[in-house]
């Protein structure tokens, strides 16, 4: 199978983005850290067999039989040392192939894969807020793509969303997440936002499977795979993860887990490039905490 995304006819330039190093303030943050700056990658899955399987969606199709070469990373074109994927270079990867009129999502799930999180290149990204998760944009892709830096919080989760015409990577960057899965709700809910609630049709969200991921974990899914929700479970640590959508989208739907209600949510950033963003911009309807 091959599975490509459109992203649309117009080529537009690569445009490369250094990412610096860790100043002093990071460098003391950093040894503060509970984190491994190494963990074994592993993956824990159960109740869904086919949870890892890409399927193929409208527009989509995935080939096995890349030639080997695509699978072969660019380690230092952007200035990283010879032999290691860093940051920059998957960033830089990435310019590269959205630029092209079709984009292999398999590819770009094995560049997630293929960078392995150092704590250095993503800590000026990790803004995090007391009260609930952060998103926190890393780079805009020309418009063809965001990747952006999420922290949580301990016991921080997301509510279960969907993610609209779009492909979302996700790769654990420090700590752990148990992402859940969950099936879209049966007809009768579609109604919830038409018609207000209505307990009769209300009905529980059915869990499809649940993975716990573990650091440079990456997961992948889109509509046809189902819903999910992300959660640090940890009491004790906080936890950090690197997401790519493809293309980006301004607003999703929520599910309440118990009744199955959607609600319209937009998807805001905590912090751009880095920078905080203004008070006056955040949260005002950012998506919602675990319900
Ligand atoms: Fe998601």
Request: net charge negative; aromatic share 8%; hydrophobic share 30%.
């Amino acid at each position: 199978m091959e599975q490509q995304v459109q992203v649309n006819n117009q080529k537009q330039c690569v445009k490369r983005r250094e990412v610096s190093v860790a100043g002093d303030e990071d460098n003391k943050l950093l040894q503060q850290l509970p984190w491994p700056t190494k963990r074994p990658c592993s993956r824990k899955l159960d109740n869904s067999g086919d949870f890892d399987t890409i399927q193929s969606v409208k527009g989509y199709c995935l080939s096995k039989n890349m030639p080997t070469d695509m699978y072969r990373p660019v380690a230092g074109q952007c200035g990283g040392s010879p032999g290691k994927f860093r940051l920059a270079d998957l960033i830089g990867e990435l310019h590269r192939v959205f630029a092209e009129d079709h984009v292999n999502v398999e590819y770009v799930q094995y560049l997630m894969e293929s960078y392995h999180s150092d704590p250095a290149e993503w800590l000026k990204y990790a803004k995090f807020n007391k009260f609930r998760y952060t998103r926190n944009l890393v780079d805009a892709g020309n418009g063809k793509f965001n990747l952006m830096v999420l922290c949580w919080g301990e016991g921080n989760g997301s509510s279960i969303h969907n993610h609209p015409d779009s492909d979302c990577l996700m790769k654990v960057l420090a700590g752990q997440l148990t992402e859940v899965r969950f099936a879209w709700p049966s007809a009768p809910n579609t109604l919830d936002e038409q018609n207000g609630d209505n307990d009769e049709d209300l009905r529980p969200m059915h869990e499809t499977g649940r993975a716990l991921l573990e650091m440079d974990s990456v997961c992948h899914i889109n509509d046809t795979m189902g819903l999910h929700r992300v959660e640090n479970a940890s009491h004790t640590d906080k936890a950090v993860s690197l997401h790519l959508y493809c293309p980006p989208f301004e607003e999703c739907t929520t599910f309440n887990q118990h009744t199955g209600h959607k609600t319209k949510a937009k998807s805001t950033f905590w912090s751009i490039h880095g920078e905080k963003v203004s008070k006056k911009l955040k949260i005002v309807e950012d998506m919602p905490d675990d319900n």
